[in-house]
């Protein structure tokens, strides 16, 4: 009888990725904690912003999240007072999206917790590192994009 052995989780990438997740959120959570806003929250916030007007559905796909929930995030904005839904002047089925001068407060005053949410994610690595590190991160990104469950715009735009 043949036994079977399972790899070990420890030298799969994904099991890595996976961990990296969970503490990138986590860090983002404590950096963010006075301003009680998701990583998810402060992306959709963040691209409506700069793309004033943008209906659910293009919000889902630049930032990568799925379609069938993006609606409950934005609910949960537009209840804080931080995102509106209007109706389309072109069509009527379609809601926009915009950032209330509320939700713009928000982002300016966790815009600096957000950053060192970031640094923090980078911090264990040298400094001279860390460029590379990103570039690595999003040609794995870029490359795997069609076989993402929910694709994102924003992940096939070039790394600097």
Known sequence: MTTFSPEELELLPGFHIRRLQQIAVAVF?????????????????????????????????????????????????????????????????????TVTPAGMDLLKSAQPAVMRAQQRMLDPLPVEQRALFMQMVAQINNENEGRNRAPSLAAVKPME
């Open 29 to 97: 959570m404590e950096e963010t904690q006075d301003f009680a806003v998701t990583p998810v929250q402060f992306a959709a916030l963040s691209a409506v912003l700069r793309q004033p007007e943008m209906d659910q559905r293009s919000l889902a796909r630049f930032i990568g999240f799925d379609t069938s929930t993006i609606g409950s995030v934005i609910d949960r904005l537009e209840a804080r007072g931080f995102m509106v839904r209007n109706a389309s002047k072109t069509d009527k089925r379609v809601r926009l999206l």
